[in-house]
């Protein structure tokens, strides 16, 4: 399973950016998908997830801010983030879960100027 992350890019505090993970694959609909990140110096963390039944959980640094969705006819699971800060500023990775099976992206910068 190989994922393609994009949507990344350089934004103002308080902007919005849509990031976007696919792969192809008749199987997609029943992953878990997810969106973690990682700072400079800092451990990949939590963003957010959502299940194959459309559940969805986030971390609490991201909570009103950030959605996750999914669109399994496009094989495609989004990041909406809108007021962004520069603590927001991190590689995101987007990944693919199913039987305990971890499949990551190759990440995709985001950076938030203030």
């Known amino acids: 399973v190989q994922l393609q992350a994009s949507g990344g890019g350089l934004v103002q505090a308080g902007g919005s950016l849509r990031l976007s993970c696919t792969f192809p694959?008749?199987?997609?609909?029943?992953?878990?998908l997810g969106w973690y990140r990682q700072a400079p110096g800092n451990q990949r963390e939590l963003v957010a997830t959502i299940t194959n039944g459309g559940s969805t959980n986030y971390g609490d640094s991201v909570k009103g801010r950030f959605t996750i969705s999914r669109d399994n006819a496009k094989n495609t699971v989004y990041l909406q983030m809108n007021s962004l800060k520069p603590e927001d500023t991190a590689v995101y990775y987007c990944r693919a879960e199913r039987w305990g099976v971890y499949y990551w992206g190759q990440g995709t910068q985001v950076t938030v100027s203030s």
């Open positions: 694959g008749s199987r997609f609909s029943t992953y878990v």
